[in-house]
Each structure stands twice: as C-alpha cells, then as structure tokens.
C-alpha cells in the first residue's frame, strides 16, 4: 500500500514538474506580412507579435498595428504573451513589461510613431530626444 501512494506521489510530483511550455517569441522570416496591414515586415526595429494560448504566433510589422488589431478584434482573452523588438538591440523583449516612446519623430512603416525600450533610461532619453511621450503597455492599449 505505501508503495502505491510513494508511486502516485511520484506521478504528480512527475506531471507537475513538466509544466507549462515557456512561450517564446518566434523568429521573423522574409516572407512574414503584418496581420494588420499586409504589409512585408522589413525592419525589425519596430517589430511586434503576440503568441496565442494554442502557440500560434500573429506578426506585424509596426507596434502601431499590433495595437490597433488588438483593439479593432478584441482577442485579448486568447493571447498567451505579446514581444515587441528593442529600438536599439532589435532582440525580442516582453511587450507586456516593455516601455513604450511615441513619437510623431520616429518613421515607423505605418506611421504608428511608436518604438519599444527595454531599458527605462533608454526610453526616457529617447523620449527627451524627440519629443515623445512614455508609454507602459496597458497606456498603450488603452
């Protein structure tokens, strides 16, 4: 008897160790077009995508689109994780904890005018820079 509960005990310590799969961002590829313009997503600089529950990944190519698909088709319910690229390293960073620089100064593809930081004092200087205004995300999707 012991030996039976040592084993299910085993079992769930076992199934609860796997877990989640931890949501990534997922690569752009040449031929990626915005979700929400159609565009061809050309400089990463201003990149977005969120990744659905299902692991299913939606791109655009200015942060403007990501937020104005998101407001126009209010899936919010089914995004597991949004990523937005860094202005300056161009590496994917977590769009939820990301801070946001609008700017009319920045020439986005779709004129959105907004760039993503990860490092506050970057975004703080680059909002100094140009004339910009700070964004956290949830003002962004306000």
């Known amino acids: 008897m012991k030996l039976r509960w040592l084993a299910l005990l085993g079992c769930v310590l076992l199934a609860a160790a796997c877990g989640q799969p931890e949501i990534a961002p997922v690569a ?33 190519d200015d942060i403007g689109c990501l937020r104005d698909y998101i407001k126009t088709r209010g899936n919010r319910d089914q995004v597991a994780a949004y990523f937005v690229s860094d202005y300056e390293s161009r590496e994917w960073i977590d769009g939820s904890s990301a801070l946001f620089v609008k700017s009319d100064e920045f020439a986005t593809p779709m004129g959105g005018g907004i760039v993503a930081f990860v490092d506050k004092s970057k975004a703080e200087s680059a909002a100094t820079r140009n004339g910009g205004r700070l964004l956290s995300f949830a003002n962004l999707m306000d």
């Not at 995508?49 to 939606?58: S, V």
């Open 28 to 60: 752009l590829n040449p031929e990626d077009m915005c979700s929400m313009c159609r565009m061809a997503i050309s400089e990463k600089r201003y990149a977005a995508e969120f990744i659905t529950k299902e692991g299913e990944a939606t791109k655009f």
